[in-house]
C-alpha cells in the first residue's frame, strides 16, 4: 500500500477530536441526532430490501456472527446463546445504510424436505446466500450441505451471490488457518464441477472470527454485491485519494462499521481495524458530549469529524458524509499540510455521492410507476 503498516489501535499517539466549530469532540452539539436529521434520505430505505440467508450446521456460529454485526453483542456474551431451532428472521434497518432482511436457519433443518413448501420463495426472493463452516470441525458433512444447498438454491435463482464463511479461526495457527481454507475451497469447487448446473456457479471464501474484524471485512463483502452503485462509489474514492495525498479510504456505514466501499488498492487488515475503532470512538465521545440532556441517538451528524495522529506519522481522518455513512481515510501527517484542499474535495466527494443515490432514487421512482401503470393496464 505504500506505507509501513500502522500500530495497533492501543498505541495511538497524540489524539485528537474536532466538531464543527470547535465545540467539542467529535461533533454532533449543533444538531439534532443522526435518526433526527433531514435532507439525508437513506439511499437504500426506498428499495425492496434484500433477503441474505444464513446457513450452516448446527452449532457452526450463524447466530453468533449476526448478534456481534448487527446487534452490538459482545462476543462472550455469544456463548451463552442457545441453538437457533426455527428459522428467525430480523429486519437490519436500525438507521443504517445496510438495510436487509437476513434469514438465519437451523442447523438441523432440512429445506429440501419435499414436506416444506417454502423453499422455492425462499431462494427466489433472495439475493445472498452466506453458508457458515466450522473451521474447528470435520468439513465432510458441512460441505456435503454446502453442495446441497448451493446447487438447489442456484437451480431456483441463478443470481444468488454465494459466500462461504470458514468460521472460528481464532483458535487456529496462521498455517493450519491457509491449510483449512486450501481444502476446503478445493473440495467445495471440485464437487460443484461436477454437479449438472445449467450454469458456472461462483463460490466466494472468508476466513472469519468474531473476536476480530475479519468478520466485519467478509460481511463488508458481501453487502459491497448487493450495492448497484459500487463500481461508481469506488470510483470517487479513487479521486479522491489521488487528488488528496491519502494512502487508504473507507465509505462506512458508522451503525454496522460495515464499509460498503473503498478505493481500488489492497485492503489492509490493521487498517480497517483502525478506521473501525475510530467510528467506535467518535460515537462515544458524541454520545457522551454531543446529546442534549434526555436525547437519545449516536450524536453523530453533520457536523462530526475527527482527526487522530497516530504515533507512526500517519493520521486518521474522519468526516460525516450523511447520517448513514462516513468517510474514513489514513493519511501520512506530511501530506496533511493542506487541510483546505482535503476540505474542498471531500465537499466535491459528498456532493457526488449524494448525486449518485439521488438519480438511482429516481430511476426507483420510475421504474415503480411503470410497473403501476402496467398493473392497471392488466385490470
Not at 151 to 170: G, S
Not at 227 to 238: A, S, V, Y
Request: hydrophobic share 40%; proline share 4%.
Amino acid at each position: 500500500m505504500g506505507y509501513g503498516s500502522p500500530p495497533p489501535a492501543s498505541h495511538m499517539g497524540e489524539a485528537g477530536h474536532h466538531a464543527g466549530g470547535g465545540h467539542g469532540a467529535a461533533g454532533g452539539q449543533h444538531g439534532t441526532a443522526a435518526g433526527g436529521q433531514s435532507g439525508h434520505a437513506a439511499p437504500l430505505a426506498n428499495e425492496m430490501k434484500p433477503n441474505i440467508l444464513l446457513m450452516g450446521l448446527k452449532r457452526s456460529g450463524k447466530s453468533s456472527i449476526q448478534k456481534v454485526v448487527f446487534h452490538k453483542m459482545s462476543p462472550n456474551e455469544t456463548l451463552f446463546l442457545e441453538s437457533t431451532t426455527k428459522i428467525v428472521k430480523n429486519d437490519v434497518s436500525n438507521s443504517s445504510f445496510v438495510q436487509f432482511k437476513i434469514w438465519d436457519f437451523p442447523g438441523q433443518l432440512d429445506f429440501m424436505d419435499p414436506r416444506l413448501d417454502f423453499n422455492f420463495d425462499v431462494f427466489f426472493d433472495c439475493r445472498a446466500l452466506v453458508f457458515v463452516i466450522d473451521a474447528q470441525d470435520n468439513p465432510t458433512e458441512a460441505l456435503n450441505k454446502l453442495h446441497i444447498t448451493v446447487v438447489n438454491a442456484h437451480r431456483i435463482n441463478p443470481k444468488i451471490e454465494f459466500t462461504v464463511f470458514i468460521h472460528k479461526v481464532d483458535g487456529l495457527s496462521d498455517d493450519h488457518k491457509i491449510e483449512r481454507q486450501r481444502d476446503i475451497q478445493q473440495q467445495a469447487m471440485d464437487e460443484l464441477a461436477t454437479s449438472e448446473a445449467t450454469s458456472p456457479i461462483h463460490l466466494s471464501f472468508y476466513l472469519t472470527s468474531i473476536y476480530d474484524h475479519s468478520i466485519f471485512e467478509a460481511f463488508s463483502k458481501v453487502i459491497q454485491r448487493l450495492i448497484p452503485q459500487l463500481p461508481t462509489l469506488e470510483n470517487l474514492l479513487d479521486i479522491m485519494i489521488q487528488n488528496s495525498r491519502i494512502e487508504k479510504a473507507f465509505l462506512v456505514d458508522v451503525v454496522s462499521k460495515i464499509y460498503v466501499a473503498t478505493d481500488s488498492s489492497p485492503v489492509d487488515m490493521q487498517t480497517y481495524e483502525l478506521c473501525s475503532d475510530m467510528i467506535d470512538v467518535v460515537i462515544d465521545v458524541s454520545c457522551i458530549y454531543g446529546l442534549k440532556e434526555g436525547e437519545e441517538g449516536l450524536g453523530y451528524d453533520q457536523e462530526s469529524q475527527s482527526i487522530i495522529k497516530l504515533n507512526n506519522g500517519m493520521v486518521l481522518y474522519l468526516r460525516e458524509v450523511n447520517r448513514y455513512l462516513a468517510l474514513v481515510c489514513l493519511l501520512r501527517e506530511v501530506n496533511f499540510d493542506k487541510h483546505g484542499l482535503i476540505d474542498y474535495n471531500f465537499q466535491c466527494f459528498k456532493k457526488a455521492i449524494e448525486e449518485v443515490f439521488s438519480r438511482r432514487s429516481q430511476q426507483l421512482i420510475k421504474a415503480r410507476s411503470a410497473g403501476g401503470q402496467k398493473g392497471k393496464g392488466k385490470q
